[in-house]
């Protein structure tokens, strides 16, 4: 008899503690408190728009819940700078976006030839794009043309005001594209085909030889 009553009593101390445990599990749950949901606008205004037109978009912003604005700054600092102000003014965070490996009309990597992708098929970005016009992709592996990068991401981030900075086209040209766009170029991709290969640059080239002591033009299946 006192057995089976020193079990009870364990049971029911066991039940309240767990049911203690429990309470307290809840009461933390409900103390947290989440950072409040922000609202993004992405803002692309040319670099010629007036301050007037920018004033009036970003307030535009702001007056309808717009927490922060992703500027296409072309990477350019200057631009980003004059603007910057104009939207903090109104309340918003600044927040930078750039093109990165592909820099179509860039005008300091246009003076370089070979810091350029080529595909197997021997064509560079340099004038010879692949499937859109704006498609013009550096080479990660030419020292030079990273230099270039990391000099307008460090002058981007210079800028006063500026909150972040997000990188897009951070890869290599498609080698293959969505199928539903396979037919806007009037293309079939059922292998990597050789104008939408890529890196053969020189510089890629080399890299390639120095790590595994091949060069990657003569294999078979590259």
Known sequence: MKRNLYLIVITLFLVASCTQQKKETIVK???????????????????????????????????????AVLIDTRADAEYLSKITPLAIEEGLEVHAWMFTMNRPGDTTALKHPDWYMVSRSGKSCFDDRPYVDYYQWLSPSHPDAREHIWGLLENLAKVEGVSSIHLDYIRYPDVYLPVGLLPKYNLVQNEELPDFDFDYSDAAVEKFKKLYGRNIKEVEVP
């Open 29 to 67: 749950t409900e103390e947290t408190v989440e950072e409040p949901f922000k609202y993004w606008a992405w803002y692309g205004a040319g670099s010629n728009v007036a301050d007037s037109i920018h004033k009036k978009q970003f307030k535009k912003y702001a007056d309808n819940g717009i927490d």
